[in-house]
């Protein structure tokens, strides 16, 4: 039994994943910028009022989704071996040693059988 990991789908994804986090990102400030320039020209209790409700409703869920972007996107980066935080898997090494532990496991497993 063979275990085959498409490292290119894992490198495009990375890749998409880093991508969309920008897109994100642009899309939060642009809103950001919206609702400031919105509320200055509302200098009213009024437009204070909109600044706060665009924040709840429309920002606060584009940094939630920021939250979860960059853990998925960190997660497919340690995968692939380009973990940029500090203490994370040296290059190309992340599913080596989970390959070699199941090499070691097939063969033991093997060996008992036989005997």
Request: no cysteine; glycine share 6%.
């Amino acid at each position: 039994m063979s275990i085959h990991i498409d490292d290119q789908a894992l490198k495009t994804a990375a890749s998409d994943m880093l991508a969309l986090r920008t897109r994100n990102k642009n899309l939060k400030d642009k809103l950001a910028q919206m609702y400031k320039d919105l509320t200055s020209a509302l200098d009213t209790p009024a437009g204070h009022a909109v600044e706060w409700t665009g924040k709840d409703v429309l920002l606060k869920p584009l940094e939630d989704m920021e939250k979860v972007l960059e853990h998925v996107s960190d997660t497919l980066n340690v995968i692939i071996g380009q973990d940029t935080r500090q203490g994370g898997e040296p290059r190309g090494t992340y599913y080596d040693k989970l390959f070699d532990e199941y090499e070691e496991l097939d063969r033991i497993l093997r060996t008992k059988s036989i005997n």
